[in-house]
RNA sequence: GCGGGUGUAACUCAAUGGUAGAGUACCUGCCUUCCAAGCAGGCAACGUGGGUUCGAUUCCCAUCACCCGCUCCA
C-alpha cells in the first residue's frame, strides 16, 4: 500500500489535516477533521467500553496534562531525558556528553614555555579509566611519535558536557566511535519533555512540563485511588489523554507526532501474580487489535531482550504493526515491577504500599503497564481499511473499518429526490441519530457515486429508499465490502443497522 | 540533526522570464437512473520571505512543510 495515498486520502475526505496548514504547517502536529474525529474518539471509546465499562477490575482516570515537576524528577523523565548529546558529523554517531569522557595530554609547553603549546587528546565513553585503557595503543604510538619531549607527567581530564573545554582543544578530541579528530558538535541540550511556566512570571521556581506520558498521573493517583476504598488488588487504573515529547525527528505521517494521544493502563498486583498479569495483558491486548481488524498476519509481539529492556523492567513487549513505511510500534506491555510507586514513595515522602487483608502483608503492588498509542492505533486502523478494489470491473477505493470504528455507521439515501423518497430517508436518519447511531443523509447526483462517496468515508451500511418502498415499506442495505444489497422493513431498520453495527448479526446471513 | 527529493485549485497533474491550463471534487440548474464518469453554468492555485530583473510561478538565496535514507525514539 503506497503511504501518500493514504495521506491523500485522509486530507480529501476530512480524517487528518496538517495542523496550522494555513500558516505552512508545523513539524510534527496534526489535527483530526471531521470524520477523523469520528474514528480516533471510537477507537478510544471501544479501548475504553473493552477495558473499563465492561470490566469489574478496573476505573478511570483523568489528571492534568501540567503536574508538579517533582513527578518528573521521581520518573526519570528530568534527569534522564534532558541531556546534552553531542553528535558526530563524520560517523552520524550520538553520544551523551556527560558519558564520554576526553583525557588531554599538554605535549611540548614543559621545556619551551614560549613555544606554541600541543596537545593529545584521546575520547571515549565511561571515566578516565575506561578512556585511558581502551585508548592504550593510540597513547603508545602518541609516546614514540613524540620521540625528543618529555611525555607529561599529568593529564586534564575533561568530561565533554563540560563547557569549559577550549574551541582549539575541543578541535582535537576525537569522536569516541569513529576516531575522527574535530568531528564531534559541541554538546547540545535535546530536552525531549516541552518546558512551560506556571504563572504570569517566567522564573525558575515556576518552571512546568507538558507530561511525555500519562502514566505518571496515575502512580502519582494511586494512594488516593486506594484510599477511597472502592478497589481492590489486583486492579487497574486506565486514563486516555494527551501526551507530549519533543521528538527529534517526527516522521510517518501521524506516527510520531509531538502531540499525541495514549491510552494507558498500569495494572497493579501482588508481586507474585506480576508474572501472571504480563502475560494475561500481553495476550489481551493483541486480541483487542485482531478483534477490531487488524489483520494478525501484520501484527507481531515483540519481547524485548536484556539489552532492550528498561533497567527496572523484568519483562518488555511491543505489539508492532507492519505500517507502509515499516514494522513499527503501537504498543509496549511492561512489567515494571514495584519502580515506579517506590520512586514516587521515596520522592513524594508519602507510603504508597498497600496492605493486603487475605495475606496481612503490606507491600509496594507491582505494576503492568499496557500502554498503547490512541493515534497509532487509528492510523494502523486506516492503513489496515485501506483498500483499493474493483466492483463491476471499476477501479474503487475503499476503507473497510470495523463497523465499531467506522465514523459514519449508515448512509441514508433516496434513491430519486422525488415521490416522497427524501422525507422517508431523513426520518431514518433520524431515527437512527436518536439511537446514537452517527447517520449521514445524501441526496445528491447518480446513486453509485453515493455508494462511492460512503466507500470512502468507510460507512459499513448505506440505506437506499426506492420506488417500491412506497408501496412495500422496505428499503435496502447494502453492505459496503461485498456491495450485496438485501431488502429490509423500514420499521425495523433501526434494529437491523444497530445489531450489524454491533456484530449481533452479519450482513451475509439472513 | 545530517544527506537527497518535492512544493502550482480541495485532490491529481500540466505549461511558462511577460501575472497560469486540464481532469476529478465541490456549488447552481436540468435529467431521474441501484454501484463513480448525461447536459449547461460557476467557484478555485503558483508554501513563505528576500534577491537578480523593466518584469519572477519560472533563476538565485533563505525559511517552512512534506517524502526517502541515516540518526533518534525514556
Known sequence: MDMDKLVS???????????????GGINGFWDYGPLGVELKRNVKDAWWHDHITSRDDMVGLDCSIIMNPKVWEASGHLGGFSDPMIDCRACKGRF?????????????????????????????????????????????????????????????????????????RYALV?????????????????????????????????????????????????????????VKLPFGIAQVG????????????TFRSREFEQMEIEFFCRPDEAQEWYQYWRDYRFKWYTGLGLRSDRLRLR???????????????DIEYAFPFGVSELEGIA????????????????????????????????????????????LAFLCEAF????????????????????????????????????????????????????????????????????????TPFCVTVDGQTLVDGAVTIRDRDSCEQRRVAVDSIVRAIDDLVEGVETFSKD
Not at 486520502?9 to 500558516?23: A, D, N, Q, V
Not at 515506579?340 to 507510603?351: A, M
Open 9 to 23: 486520502l485522509c486530507k480529501r475526505r476530512g480524517f487528518i489535516f496538517p495542523s496550522s496548514e494555513i500558516y
Open 242 to 253: 494527551k501526551s507530549f515529547r519533543n521528538e527529534i525527528n517526527p516522521r510517518n505521517f
Open 303 to 317: 519481547d524485548h531482550d536484556s539489552a532492550e529492556l528498561a533497567f527496572y523492567s523484568t519483562a518488555t513487549a
Open 335 to 378: 512489567h515494571r515491577g514495584d519502580y515506579d510507586l517506590s520512586r514516587h514513595q521515596q520522592f513524594s515522602g508519602k507510603d504508597l504500599s498497600y496492605f493486603d487483608e487475605e495475606r496481612k502483608e503490606r507491600f509496594i503492588p507491582h505494576v503492568i503497564e499496557p500502554s498503547a498509542g490512541a493515534d497509532r492505533a487509528a
Open 387 to 458: 483498500v483499493e478494489d474493483e466492483v463491476g470491473g471499476e477501479p474503487r477505493t475503499v476503507l473497510k473499518f470495523h463497523p465499531r470504528l467506522a465514523p459514519i455507521k449508515a448512509a441514508v439515501f433516496p434513491l430519486v429526490k422525488r415521490d416522497g423518497m427524501p422525507e422517508i430517508a431523513q426520518k431514518i436518519v433520524a431515527d437512527l441519530k436518536r439511537k446514537k447511531i452517527n447517520a449521514f443523509y445524501d441526496e445528491k447526483g447518480a446513486i453509485g457515486r453515493r455508494y462511492r462517496r460512503q466507500d470512502e468515508a468507510g
Open 96 to 168: 551523551r556528553a556527560d558519558q564520554a569522557t576526553a583525557v588531554v595530554f599538554a605535549l611540548g609547553s614543559a621545556d619551551d614555555p614560549s613555544s606554541k603549546p600541543r596537545f593529545f587528546v584521546v575520547c571515549g565513553i565511561g571515566d578516565r579509566d575506561d578512556v585511558l585503557k581502551a585508548n592504550e595503543k593510540a597513547i603508545e604510538k602518541a609516546k614514540k611519535a613524540n620521540k625528543g619531549a618529555a611525555w607529561p607527567e599529568t593529564s586534564e581530564t575533561i568530561r565533554l558536557d563540560d563547557a569549559a573545554i577550549a574551541d582549539d
Open 174 to 230: 576525537p569522536c569516541p566511535a569513529c576516531g575522527q579528530a574535530g568531528t564531534i558538535t559541541r554538546p547540545r541540550s535535546f530536552n525531549l519533555m516541552f518546558k512551560t511556566y506556571v504563572g504570569a512570571l517566567e522564573d525558575d521556581s515556576s518552571v512546568a512540563y507538558l507530561r511525555p506520558e500519562t502514566a505518571q498521573g496515575i502512580f502519582a493517583n494511586f494512594k488516593n485511588v486506594v484510599d477511597t476504598g472502592r
